[in-house]
T-cell receptor, first 110, second 113 residues
Framework: SQQGEEDPQALSIQEGENATMNCSYK?????LQWYRQNSGRGLVHLIL?????REKHSGRLRVTLDTSKKSSSLLITASRAADTASYFC??????????FGKGTLLTVNP | EAEVAQSPRYKITEKSQAVAFWCDPI?????LYWYRQILGQGPELLVQ????????DSQLPKDRFSAERLKGVDSTLKIQPAELGDSAMYLC???????????FGPGTRLTVL
């Protein structure tokens, strides 16, 4: 099955700093989605970027997509303690058998 | 705002017993997903429905797991018999179509003793 692979597996920063996490995938996509999961809860959709887009913003989030390198990055600016969570990317393709990777565990220290 | 509903939220059972989980997706969503998530891992897709049809169940342990979405609306995931290794969070999600944003329910945390 196709899944995104997030990197790094864990990231620890201080409040107010920026956090960058990366995602790589293997086959063609129609879009790429980022999700957040707070401890013990369901996933929440953050942002979707289509394959013909290179960059997208939503509040403090900035996502880039490079289809030639099959990679995406998620930047969270001015991080807050409430941003502490696991972050997952999901490569949305036309085929089935899509699933999630292991995610990036972000810890924002107050 | 419409949400995906799941029940029960927590389930404790003994091994070899049968358990069932229920999911009610957002109205109008054609695609429904069941995931299993072990602590520290990402969600693993167990089964995906498009309306009432199964389009992917390649990771579903079919000797003990079954899933149905009879009228293309709500869905049930069953495990019989439960094993110790089935302890996990079971997440349900739905989307308008198969490539769209997924909306997740709160999950059912299963503990098998």
């Amino acid at each position: 099955s196709q899944q995104g692979e997030e990197d790094p597996q864990a990231l620890s920063i201080q409040e107010g700093e920026n956090a960058t996490m990366n995602c790589s995938y293997k086959t063609s996509i129609n879009n790429l989605q980022w999700y957040r999961q707070n401890s013990g809860r369901g996933l929440v959709h953050l942002i979707l970027i289509r394959s013909n887009e290179r960059e997208k913003h939503s509040g403090r989030l900035r996502v880039t997509l490079d289809t030639s390198k099959k990679s995406s990055s998620l930047l969270i600016t001015a991080s807050r303690a409430a941003d502490t969570a696991s972050y997952f990317c999901y490569p949305g393709g036309s085929n089935y058998k899509l699933t999630f990777g292991k995610g990036t565990l972000l810890t924002v220290n107050p | 705002e419409a949400e995906v509903a799941q029940s029960p939220r927590y389930k404790i059972t003994e091994k070899s017993q049968a358990v069932a989980f229920w999911c009610d997706p957002i109205s109008g969503h054609a695609t429904l997903y069941w995931y299993r998530q072990i602590l520290g891992q990402g969600p693993e897709l167990l089964v995906q429905f498009q309306d009432e049809s199964v389009v992917d169940d390649s990771q579903l342990p079919k000797d003990r797991f079954s899933a149905e979405r009879l009228k293309g609306v709500d869905s049930t995931l069953k495990i019989q018999p439960a094993e110790l290794g089935d302890s996990a969070m079971y997440l349900c999600a739905s989307s308008l179509e198969k490539q769209d944003t997924q909306y997740f329910g709160p999950g059912t945390r299963l503990t098998v003793l």
